[in-house]
């Protein structure tokens, strides 16, 4: 069964960076799109980055190109979000998922892992 880990998550200032880590086990990342989803208190589940099983595709939505960036490195089956200039309306728990890749939109599949909360805050 394939599970997924969220790690690197925490309290940053406004302007800060984090990066964030997937790490899947119990199958090939290779095999798989990975997407990255927030949910902030009160709002609904939203796709943020996602990236094709080579890696040469990624989507992101408007509010974080040019400042987050997503990858993977399928040697240590993990994904990473690189979030820079981090606002307060990024804060949200983060969570990776399986996806169908898209450049259009974000299509979850049916495995996720338990999330990590990142806080903007001055």
């Known amino acids: 069964q394939l599970q997924l880990v969220e790690s690197g998550g925490g309290l940053v200032q406004p302007g800060g960076s984090l990066r964030l880590s997937c790490v899947v086990s119990g199958g090939n990342l290779r095999n798989y799109a990975i997407g990255w989803f927030r949910q902030a208190p009160g709002k609904g589940r939203e796709g943020v980055a996602s990236?094709?099983?080579?890696?040469?595709?990624?989507n992101y939505i408007d509010s974080v190109k040019g400042r987050f960036t997503i990858s993977r490195d399928n040697a240590k089956n993990t994904v990473y979000l690189q979030m820079n200039s981090l606002k307060s309306e990024d804060t949200a728990e983060y969570l990776c998922?399986?996806?169908?890749?898209?450049?259009?939109?974000?299509?979850?599949?049916?495995?996720w892992g338990q999330g990590t909360q990142v806080t903007v805050s001055s």
């Open positions: 998922a399986t996806v169908i890749f898209s450049k259009q939109t974000f299509l979850p599949l049916d495995s």
């Open positions: 990236i094709s099983n080579s890696g040469d595709d990624t």
